[in-house]
């Protein structure tokens, strides 16, 4: 079954569309998962993490917005195992890695860990149709007429909230003591 007969089958509460995206996405997904836990969880994590990256699917069925089902659960189980190393309190560098790194490259890769959580916080902070739109461009690469459709906007409305959403971000970034670009 095609993305867009399974959407489809999503969107009217058919479990057989459900059925059909595990069948066709459960590796990719759980090569996500894998690569974010990166050996960090047990085989039993992983299947669980699996799992609830397809609940969210069908819990969500009725809003789904996009026709690229596979960025979609990409971006779903990467979030679900970056929750899960959040919350066990895993660690993200390795100790060997830590033992190789000098100080001024320890320094920057904190700096630039301290960036990513000001950004993370920064879109996090933006207006939901704002947040939707930046998430929607930047991190499941929609284009902006795909945008505008999706969410019945013009174009041109798409691409000033997203001109006003990196303003916003470069300046929560400047306040944070992180210049643009970092």
Known sequence: ????????????????ALSAAIENYTGYVSAVIANQLRRRGSREDLEE??????????ESRESLRTERLRGWLG?????????????????????????????????????KEEARRLLRAAVEALEPPDREIFLRFYYYDQTVPEIARDMRLKREAVKSRLRRGRDKLRQRLEEGGFPYGV
């Open 1 to 16: 079954m095609e993305d867009r007969q399974i959407l489809s089958g999503l969107r009217s509460g058919d479990i057989g």
């Open 49 to 58: 993490l699996t799992a609830n990256a397809f609940v969210a699917l069908w």
């Open 75 to 111: 971006a779903v189980a990467r979030n679900q195992a970056r929750s899960f190393l959040r919350k066990n309190r895993l660690l993200t560098v390795s100790p060997e890695d830590v033992l190789l790194v000098s100080a001024d490259v320890a320094e920057k890769l904190l700096e």
